[in-house]
C-alpha cells in the first residue's frame, strides 16, 4: 500500500505561478512511475504530466511549456511547478503512483483555482 500526500494548492490569478509537492510513504519500493492528474467537477479525470523512475517525462498539450514535473525518486517525491496559469487549469488536483504491477494510488487531492 502506497500513500501519497500532496500539498501547495491555492489561489492564484492568471499569469500566476504555483508549485505543488507529493510526497510517498508505505510500500514505495516498486513505484517505477509519479505524476499528476486532474479532475473537474462533473468531468473525466485527465493526465496532466508523468515521470518515470528514468526521468522520462511526458505532459498533456495543455501544459506543454507552462508545467514541469520533477522527481527525486530516492525521496519519493514529485513536484509540479506550474506557471503562466490560466483560468481552465483550476481543478482538483490528484498525485498518482503507479508500480511495476501497474498498481496505481492516488492523493487525496489538492484544490487549484486560476482566477481570470
Known amino acids: 500500500q502506497v500513500q501519497l500526500v500532496e500539498s501547495g494548492g491555492g489561489l492564484v490569478q492568471a499569469g500566476g505561478s504555483l508549485r505543488l509537492s507529493c510526497a510517498a510513504s508505505?510500500?514505495?519500493?516498486?513505484?517505477?512511475?509519479m505524476g499528476w492528474y486532474r479532475q473537474v467537477s462533473g468531468k473525466q479525470r485527465e493526465l496532466v504530466a508523468t515521470?518515470?523512475?528514468?526521468?522520462?517525462?511526458n505532459y498533456a498539450n495543455s501544459v506543454k511549456g507552462r508545467f514541469t514535473i520533477s522527481a527525486d525518486y530516492a525521496k519519493n517525491t514529485v513536484d509540479l511547478q506550474m506557471n503562466s496559469l490560466k483560468p481552465e487549469d483550476t481543478a482538483v488536483y490528484y498525485c498518482?503512483?503507479?508500480?511495476?504491477?501497474?498498481?496505481?494510488?492516488w492523493g487525496q487531492g489538492t484544490q487549484v483555482t486560476v482566477s481570470s
Open positions: 515521470i518515470t523512475s528514468g526521468y522520462s517525462t
Open positions: 508505505g510500500s514505495i519500493f516498486s513505484i517505477n512511475r
Open positions: 498518482n503512483s503507479r508500480d511495476r504491477l501497474f498498481r496505481e494510488s
